[in-house]
């Protein structure tokens, strides 16, 4: 078997380009290795570490620049994320048949993409400067944190990156001929190596910083992203464990404004007082 030669623009159709053993290990075998370890480590965490499934917020240390940068952050990955999942999951012929040409679909993914993705950067930056100067801030950072860091502003500039290329040029790779039959693949249990060995250099690079991250999303701050994100919003900022209502009834009554909020006590909590 022949090695694909790397293709940093344009690249030869899929059933032309041959698949070599790297093909097979990074595009046929790496995706799963990288799901095993995202289940398997996140119901590892979720065992051993409850009390570490938190963001580590550091909102009392310093608010004015994380009330910008936080949501900027936040909204601009929920909207990247969409744009996955539309242009990864979502076949072309679908988007044909609802009589949305090629051409409307690219103006649109760019325009849409390219805003929530710089929107991320921006956001990152931001709370990455925050880190680096506010002291009790940088002091809270973790080796972990850090290559935490290095992972999603890699996955974040090379997403950026070949999606700016493939405005300039002329011959740009179809990802939704390459990139997304191969993601969609995965799922059946056929990868198809050759259409990932066929989208070029580019989008393979930064599909490798996005499995990177994924796996070691479940060892990570990035873990209270899996926390269903409603009840994420009303929780208290610090987790407390309250005290068990058995050994307190009737003796420490709950003050107004202190009230257990937004986690399972809520509702202990209210049953108390409704009987007290
Ligand atoms: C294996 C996982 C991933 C695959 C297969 C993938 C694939 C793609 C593809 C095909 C594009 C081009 C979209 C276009 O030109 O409209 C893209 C763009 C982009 N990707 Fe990814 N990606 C992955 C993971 C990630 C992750 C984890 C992040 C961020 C943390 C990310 C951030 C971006 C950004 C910012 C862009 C620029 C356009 C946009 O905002 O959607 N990607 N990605």
Do not use: C
Not at 76 to 93: E, Q
Not at 141 to 152: E, I, Q
């Amino acid at each position: 078997m022949m090695q694909s030669a790397p293709v940093l623009l344009a690249a030869p159709a899929p059933e032309a380009v041959d698949v070599g053993v790297w093909d097979i290990l990074l595009w046929g075998a790496l995706p799963y290795i990288v799901l095993a370890i995202v289940i398997g480590g996140t119901i590892w965490r979720y065992k051993y570490d409850q009390f570490g499934w938190t963001t580590r917020s550091s909102q009392l240390y310093e608010s004015r620049i994380l009330r910008i940068a936080s949501p900027l952050f936040h909204f601009g990955i929920l909207a990247v994320l969409v744009g996955h999942l539309v242009g990864l999951v979502i076949p072309r012929s679908w988007t044909d048949a609802a009589g949305l040409s090629e051409h409307a679909y690219h103006i649109m993914a760019l325009g849409i993409g390219l805003v929530a993705g710089f929107g991320t950067l921006v956001g990152i930056v931001m709370l990455i400067y925050r880190r680096r100067t506010t002291g009790p801030v940088f002091m809270a950072t973790t080796k972990n944190d850090k290559f935490m860091y290095v992972m999603l502003v890699a996955a974040l500039l090379t997403g950026l990156g070949v999606t700016i290329i493939s405005v300039f040029d002329t011959t740009p790779v179809d990802y939704r001929q390459t990139v997304s039959p191969w993601f969609r693949s995965i799922w059946i249990l056929q990868p198809d190596v050759q259409a990932m060995a066929a989208s070029g250099i580019g989008f393979q690079t930064h599909a490798l910083f996005g499995m990177a991250l994924f796996a070691i999303w479940p060892f990570t701050r990035l873990v209270h992203a899996f926390t269903a994100p409603v009840h994420y919003l009303f929780r208290p900022y610090i987790v407390y464990r309250s005290r068990d209502s058995k050994d307190t009834a009737g003796m420490v009554p709950i003050r107004r404004g202190w009230e257990p909020i937004g986690t399972q006590d809520r509702a202990r909590g209210s049953t108390r007082s409704r009987t007290r």
